[in-house]
């Protein structure tokens, strides 16, 4: 199965110094600090929003830096190490004394952005023990008090890192079968690289994270952060975690132990406290903005899991059907995705992209879910068996990645299994179908033009057997003049639908047959 892309953070702001560059053209002054942006409008707009922040930033902090900062509004295209680091949308450079915004957040998180970098400028020498982590908590934490409108959706992607870091906690998707109803889930195979435990992130030196170190784990270490310092504030404040850098001073630590930060969180290093503490914090709004974040992604992971099950479905048939919903495991907080603004529209697009091809008689079709990779192929009639033979064969067991070379007729042959046989054939002018499966059915429903013609649980219309293999069979007589030697399977327009499931079987691995036969003239 096809996996999702890793997971990036949607604010990447780091602490950063480099060399000198020229400065925007344009300038307007301060009494906070000088705007500089490429014209004039621009550099008027970000000088409102120092001429607010700037003074806010500063009553938000004990010890805060009495001293104009510069901003400069510029393209990050401009430089090499930023224009291939899209999620660099910030940074401050302490020794040149200036912070850098990307010009195209003017309007968007402008706000949030420049006052995670003003308080990097403006922490007070008091506040040096902070490690580099619980920096970058800080200014993100101090930035969601100050620019609300961005803040519930910073959060929620933050808590989303961290949630896919030390603690590994998993989303699960809950759905309904289409056909039988049975509520169902699945684990997402989300995440990325493994990040540091807790307890040693917290150990790491510095005023921030370095876009230097190339971290592959940085946007989990600011989920920590953010994670780490809003439980302290909520208990006691911004002024209890200067109160530690004030005692780390006193007791010669040169960096406030991580010990004690997870103390006055309410945490400790024990994944299963983050775990609990984490779902606290995922409500219904979180999880809303977290699943707009990851729509991408999780619209690719439903289309590679859901697209070759259900192949009589269209988009919004699956979704309107199925409803699938998004929550994480632990918690009864979901989302149902087709309420997510806009993701109705971009699962559509990879739905139709990805559409089943028609099967004529004599081809094949290969299908790859978590039960495995299978061949569905039809055969046509012959002497003996007249009429047609659909077959279902497990060619491997298990999943095959995104990118894999497939199967080769060796490897094929080795691992062949029969799973089903399904039978289309004219008897006494009638046309019958029957299904045989080795492990007897856990469901069987037959549906012609949208009506339900036959249906195990309630033995109507069925004939049972044992065939000439010995397994179970199921026999239904439809008595609809079809056309039987112009059958197509995986038809967008099928008008008889088989779906079936061997006892003992989950329900994600009912086996769905969208057959198209036309009317006789």
Known sequence: MPRPPRLRALLGCVLLALACSAPPSEQVQTPYGRARADTADAARALADLLEELGPAVRASLPDSLDRPTEVWLEDFGRYGALASRPGVVGLTSLTAGHIRIRADR?????????????????????????????????????????????????RAVRLLDTAFGAPRMALELRYFEPTTHARASLPLPLGGAPALDPSVALELPGRGLHLGQDRPDATTLYGYGLFIVERIFEREGVEALHAL???????????VPAAWLLDAADLDPDPTRWRHALLEGFDDAALRA???????????????SFRSRFPELDAADFLARCLPSLGWQGSDARVVLSTVPGFAEGFEARWHAQGPTRLLPGEGWWLRDDDGVHLTTILGPTREQPGYTLTRLRMAAGPLEAGSAGLTPDSANAARDV??????HPRDGELVLSSSLPGGFEHFRVELDGFVVAELSEEHGLRRFVDERGWPTLEVVLTAPLRLHELVLYHEASNLIVSQRAAGAAPWETQHFPIWLPRQR
């Open 245 to 255: 850098c004030l005692r780390a001073v006193s007791e010669g630590h040169s960096q």
């Open 419 to 424: 799973e089903a046989y399904l039978r289309l």
């Open 290 to 304: 977290q699943v707009r974040y990851v729509s991408a992604p999780l619209a690719d992971w439903l289309v590679a």
């Open 106 to 154: 003017l309007g968007l998180d402008a706000d949030f952005v420049l006052v995670h970098e003003l308080v990097h400028a403006l922490l007070g020498p008091s506040w040096e023990p902070l490690p580099a982590v619980i920096t970058e908590g800080l200014c993100d934490a101090v930035a969601a008090r100050l620019a609300p409108e961005a803040a519930e959706r910073v």
